[in-house]
């Protein structure tokens, strides 16, 4: 007797502003032999909003408990809130700013 089959789930869809999606696929595809991924164009008045939205979301967590690390966590906070606001979002808002992309990984990894 076979075990019943379980339905597997989707991921869960990202959520985007509405009637804007975050991203949105390039028509022009690469040609089949070619293992690159298809181009996405993406809305950045809808990222400005996720990082927007995930800076209030930092910065209003609570952090209740008094732990020997307490200080670390909330200088990492600092830190991050200050990225978010100091260095993506003056990017994303002047489109002629320069992108710093990093690619990391281990030997091996295929970052090429």
Known sequence: ?????????SP???HAA??????VKDPIEPPEDSPAEP????????????????????????LLFDT???AEVKAERVKLLSQIEDY???R???SNAPILVAVVGST????S
């Open 18 to 23: 509405p009637d804007q999606p975050a991203a």
């Open 1 to 9: 007797m076979t075990p019943p089959s379980v339905p597997q789930e």
């Open 92 to 94: 994303l808002r002047r």
């Open 39 to 62: 181009h996405v164009r993406l809305n950045a008045q809808a990222l400005e909003g996720a990082l927007v939205n995930l800076r209030k979301r930092v910065a209003a967590v609570p």
């Open 108 to 111: 091996g990894a295929g970052k």
């Open 12 to 14: 869960a869809p990202r």
């Open 68 to 70: 020997p690390d307490l």
């Open 88 to 90: 993506l979002l003056p």
